[in-house]
């Protein structure tokens, strides 16, 4: 299993692959999310978070090969909605789960012991320059292709210490590195 560092370096590599460059002072702030499970590689992101305010946030999401985000949703918070968010793929291709109409044969691999935790089976494929808004409160998931991915979120203000996972053993917060 690749060091929280090395894992560091291959988002960066990536980022720079698609073009997106960071500052040197950025990329210590690139956030390596293993959600509290303890194999980053295969459940887990990393992400840099432009901007987040109380109207908007920006991040950059970056998936190493068959990475996987948990499925998890955005639940109101404070009286407000949740979080509503549009995912732009900006480099390799990303398999975006939604609930809604289950699609046969998914492309998506959820990881092994833990698919009873993704039941999103309504599948969207984002390539480059494609994207797609996820409403607030809905439940999704999202894997890198073989390659990895990149995705650039755009979203009202995220408060992850909210985020409702299907999988009872995540931790959003648990297992943060910048």
């Keep these: 299993m690749a060091s929280r560092e090395e894992v560091k370096q291959r988002t960066v590599e990536l980022l720079h692959k698609a073009g ?3 500052t040197d002072e950025e990329q210590k702030q690139i956030e390596i999310a293993d959600m509290g499970l303890g194999h980053l590689e295969i ?3 990393q992400l840099f978070t432009y901007i987040n305010t109380d109207r908007y946030c920006a991040k950059e999401l970056v998936l190493l090969p068959r990475q996987t985000c948990p499925e998890h949703l955005h639940p109101p918070v404070n009286g407000e909605d949740g ?3 549009t995912f732009r793929c900006r480099w ?4 975006l789960y939604v609930e809604g109409e289950e ?3 998914i492309q998506g691999i959820p990881p092994a012991g833990k698919e009873t ?7 969207i494929i984002l390539r480059p320059g494609e994207q797609y808004t996820i409403p607030p409160h809905t439940k999704h998931w999202f894997q890198a292709s073989d390659e990895g991915a990149i995705v650039s979120e755009f979203s009202s203000t995220s408060r992850d210490e909210f985020d409702v996972f299907t ?3 995540v931790n959003r917060l648990e297992g943060i590195n910048t």
């Design 167 to 169: 999988d009872p053993g």
């Design 117 to 123: 935790f993704y039941t999103a089976r309504h599948e």
């Design 103 to 105: 699609t046969p044969n």
């Design 43 to 45: 459940e887990g992101l």
């Design 20 to 22: 997106l460059l960071l």
């Design 83 to 85: 979080k509503m968010e």
């Design 92 to 95: 390799g291709t990303v398999y």
